[in-house]
């Protein structure tokens, strides 16, 4: 018998348009499902806890969000968290931002949450654009908005790589 089961893939855009740079996530988690109809689009989410009930039973969640950390704007980082242990170097040991963020719980702890009630997808992964602009206003700075391309192909080769595996 062949398997012909589709891996069920998240993407998850976070922020917001009306806040410059911060609607980053958003648009480009937009424009990759639209490249890949096998995905889930899940946006424009403000809080971490809005992925619960969204991913149960994800193979992978991809987590597109502007950043802040004083890289390069513009600059992309893709930062994939151990599901399975629940514990990501990069965002424990750093810098901290998967404990608390800018939104209500940090990613990790609804991650926890998720694993203690069996709902917890079986791979997360994160794509940060670093920001330049979060005040009040719309549209993104010339770097971020150079950033987005690179960003959409990045989303949409972890699609397609989860599809070849499932």
């Known amino acids: 018998m062949i398997d012909t089961r589709t891996a069920k893939v998240v ?10 740079d911060d609607g980053v996530g958003t ?15 899940v946006g424009s989410l403000s ?3 809005d992925l619960l009930g969204e991913w149960n039973g ?7 969000d502007a950043i802040h950390s004083g890289a390069p704007v513009g600059t992309l980082q893709t930062i994939e968290i151990d599901v399975e242990n629940l514990s ?9 931002a998967g404990e608390s963020s800018t939104h209500g719980l940090g990613l990790v702890a609804v991650l926890r949450l998720a694993r203690a009630i069996n709902q917890a997808p079986r791979r997360l992964v994160i794509i940060g654009i ?3 602009r979060f005040d009040l206003g719309e ?9 987005v391309p690179e960003a959409v192909a990045r989303v949409v080769e972890f699609i397609k790589e989860a599809q070849s595996c499932a």
């Open 58 to 64: 994800a193979d992978l969640v991809i987590v597109v």
């Open 27 to 41: 648009l480009v988690a937009e424009r990759a499902v639209a490249q890949v109809s096998t995905s889930h689009f």
């Open 139 to 147: 549209g993104l700075s010339a770097s971020v908005e150079a950033a």
């Open 47 to 49: 809080d971490p806890l």
């Open 11 to 20: 993407v998850a855009g976070f922020g917001s348009e009306y806040r410059h």
């Open 130 to 132: 670093e920001g330049e």
């Open 88 to 96: 990501c170097t990069a965002l424990d040991a750093e810098s901290g």
